[in-house]
């Protein structure tokens, strides 16, 4: 797909953006609230929603445009209509509503100073703690959303339970990554592999990569329940192999690709960097870890980084081989996967597509 035709598909599925908003002003006004809230709404609407990759909202369309379009040859045998796509586009933003909820609340309990680019919410002049009652109000328009437009459908309690199982899946992720990383408590023998699998798996896949393809498959109608665990074993992990691609970033990604500033070392984060140093690290270099890492001191970033960058740790060079793997393993899972009513492995190839080798 050329870089046109990437834009054009950004730019239809940022035009449903409008309604939704309105939509949920219109409520607001029909409950008597005043002007100013109104305003506030709408400026955290499009502050938090709408400014990143919405590669999980895109993701919706493309997924129910490969389920309804495309015949087992994967041909295009027709298009979305007005209707089908509006709906796949207003499921696809209430993932990024879920996102925008997540990140609101992360930034502030991470004490984050940009996102995207921009400041985080809580830090924008007048907002501060304000954003704690934002981020609710973020997650609660989805179930608005849901309520108005698909309260009449067969699968509209589907949809309202993969939203709270996923949700809460995503914050059980969040709670083990707070207690085994606390900001003001470092303590790096907490710290695993196997605890950053854990903590990726529930933060990240499940409403980053499994959430958007099973909400389209519940729009077309697949109600064969191993379809949905035929999708899940994919896509949690293409969801580990993606945040472990953001890990790295944080760490060797500039502010200008990845849309803020990278703080994991910094905040005590219990990333893959600093857990495939702890597998490779000297005694010297782990004294060294143990001292450094999770400080506010640009020093200690910097001789965190340098047992990084030594030859025995490697991250460059373990993360180019880790890539590869993946590659390797997320393919062959998808090549073996077997293929049924409402599983194309098109969708799956489509997703990996779109994170493989990112650069932000």
Same mark, same amino acid.
């Given at each position: 797909m050329s870089a046109a035709e990437k834009q054009a598909k950004r730019q239809r599925f940022e035009g449903v953006f409008g309604q939704i908003v309105d939509d949920l002003l219109d409520h607001m006004k029909s409950q008597n609230m005043p002007e100013a809230a109104l305003d506030w709404y709408r400026r955290s609407l499009e502050y938090n929603t709408p400014g990143g990759k919405l590669n999980r909202g895109l993701s919706v369309v493309d997924t129910v445009d490969i389920l309804l379009c495309f015949n087992d040859a994967n041909e295009r045998t027709r298009e979305l209509s007005e209707k089908e796509y509006f709906e796949a586009a207003l499921l696809g933003w209430c993932v990024e509503l879920l996102q925008a909820y997540f990140l609101v609340a992360d930034d502030m309990m991470d004490a984050s100073i940009t996102r995207r680019g921009h400041p985080c919410w809580y830090r924008v002049d007048g907002v501060g703690n304000i954003a704690i009652n934002d981020a609710f109000m973020l997650e609660a328009a989805i179930y608005y959303l849901l309520k108005k437009h698909f309260r009449e459908r067969p699968y509209y309690v589907h949809l309202l339970e993969l939203f709270h199982d996923i949700t809460l899946q995503t914050e059980y992720g969040q709670l083990i990554d707070l207690i085994t990383a606390p900001e003001d408590h470092v303590d790096l023998s907490k710290f695993s592999l196997d605890k950053h699998h854990l903590i990726v798996v529930y933060k990240t896949a499940y409403y980053s990569f499994y959430l958007p393809v099973a909400l389209a498959m519940r729009m077309v109608?697949?109600?064969?329940?191993?379809?949905?665990?035929?999708?899940?074993?994919?896509?949690?992990?293409?969801?580990?192999?993606?945040?472990?691609?953001?890990?790295?970033?944080?760490?060797?990604?500039?502010?200008?690709?990845?849309?803020?500033?990278?703080?994991?070392?910094?905040? *005590?984060?219990?990333?893959?960097?600093?857990?495939?140093?702890?597998? =490779? +690290?000297?005694?010297?270099?782990? %004294?060294?870890?143990? /001292?450094?890492?999770?400080?506010? *001191?640009?020093?200690?970033?910097?001789?965190?980084?340098?047992?990084? =960058? +030594?030859?025995?740790?490697?991250? %460059?060079?373990?993360? /180019?081989?880790?890539?590869?793997?993946?590659?390797?393993?997320?393919?062959?899972?998808?090549?073996?996967?077997?293929?049924?009513?409402?599983?194309?492995?098109?969708v799956f190839v489509a997703f990996f597509d779109k994170v493989y080798k990112r650069s932000k």
């Open positions: 109608g697949v109600e064969d329940e191993s379809a949905y665990k035929r999708a899940l074993d994919i896509l949690l992990p293409l969801g580990e192999y993606f945040q472990v691609q953001d890990d790295y970033l944080d760490c060797y990604g500039t502010p200008e690709q990845i849309g803020k500033i990278g703080t994991d070392i910094l905040d *005590n984060k219990c990333s893959w960097n600093i857990n495939v140093a702890l597998a =490779n +690290a000297t005694p010297e270099q782990r %004294k060294i870890l143990d /001292e450094n890492y999770g400080q506010k *001191n640009s020093e200690c970033e910097q001789r965190v980084k340098e047992v990084f =960058n +030594a030859p025995n740790v490697d991250i %460059k060079g373990r993360f /180019e081989r880790y890539e590869a793997e993946s590659y390797d393993r997320i393919h062959s899972l998808i090549r073996e996967m077997p293929e049924g009513p409402g599983v194309k492995r098109a």
